[in-house]
């Protein structure tokens, strides 16, 4: 005797149904997935913008330091120069070159100058009289130069550097005399220090006090320089 299955009959569903929607468990598990990404990309942003703020500060103090390193280097390269050319006197002078020790004996001329001129000029303003016709003026002078000269001696090295780079301008100066003199080069260098140290000098001191009376409105001879250098050098020694 044939036997029909029966069909299979569907649990009953216990307790009531209606109005609740019906739960998708794949879209559950994206939307838990989705909000997980997102929060993992807002934490690495976040990360990559704290990294590069530290590169940021990093790079900035390096950028400063290595200024700073450059600036300490100069400063100290500075120092070492000028220490050393202070420590430069006439014996070392002559050993660099008789060029340099003649240029050298050029440029503290030319500073002596300098000083007679800048002094006469401040003692002329502060007393309105020449210091060769007022004694006011003359002490005035004296006060001056004296403390333009201690300023020359603290600057010594820019003088000393300014011989050593004119030394070779002197060199071709001797040369040019020995060729248009044709004759031997100690005759030359005689020359030369005759033109520049003599000649040269009287010219720029007439011509130095020539400016300040024009300036100044007071008439100053450069005929009585000698009354001027014992007034400096008495101050000088007091």
Not at 70 to 89: H, L, N, Q, V
Not at 114 to 136: E, M, N
Not at 179 to 204: D, H, P, Q, S, Y
Not at 227 to 232: F, I, M, R, T
Request: hydrophobic share 50%; aromatic share 6%; with cysteine.
């Amino acid at each position: 005797m044939a036997m029909i299955a029966a069909p299979l009959a569907h649990p009953a569903v216990v307790g009531p149904t209606r109005g609740l929607a019906a739960v998708d468990p794949l879209r559950c598990s994206k939307a838990s997935a989705n909000g997980a990404l997102t929060a993992t990309t807002v934490a690495v942003v976040a990360r990559h913008k704290r990294v590069r703020k530290i590169l940021a500060k990093a790079e900035k103090e390096e950028t400063e330091d290595v200024k700073d390193s450059a600036e300490s280097t100069k400063t100290s390269g500075f120092r070492r120069w000028w220490k050393k050319t202070a420590k430069i006197d006439a014996k070392a002078l002559r050993k660099m070159g008789l060029m340099c020790l003649l240029s050298y004996g050029f440029v503290s001329n030319v500073n002596a100058l300098l000083l007679i001129l800048l002094a006469t000029y401040r003692s002329i303003l502060a007393t309105g009289a020449s210091p060769l016709a007022s004694k006011a003026s003359l002490k005035q002078f004296g006060i001056t130069w004296a403390g333009l000269y201690v300023i020359s001696n603290i600057v010594r090295p820019v003088r000393i550097s300014i011989a050593l780079a004119i030394s070779k301008p002197f060199d071709k100066l001797v040369k040019f005399f020995e060729e248009k003199l044709k004759c031997k080069r100690w005759m030359a260098i005689g020359a030369v220090v005759l033109f520049l140290n003599v000649f040269l000098t009287i010219a720029l001191l007439w011509g130095g006090m020539i400016l300040v009376s024009s300036l100044t409105g007071v008439k100053v001879s450069a005929s009585q320089i000698g009354v001027l250098l014992k007034a400096g050098k008495a101050a000088k020694g007091h």
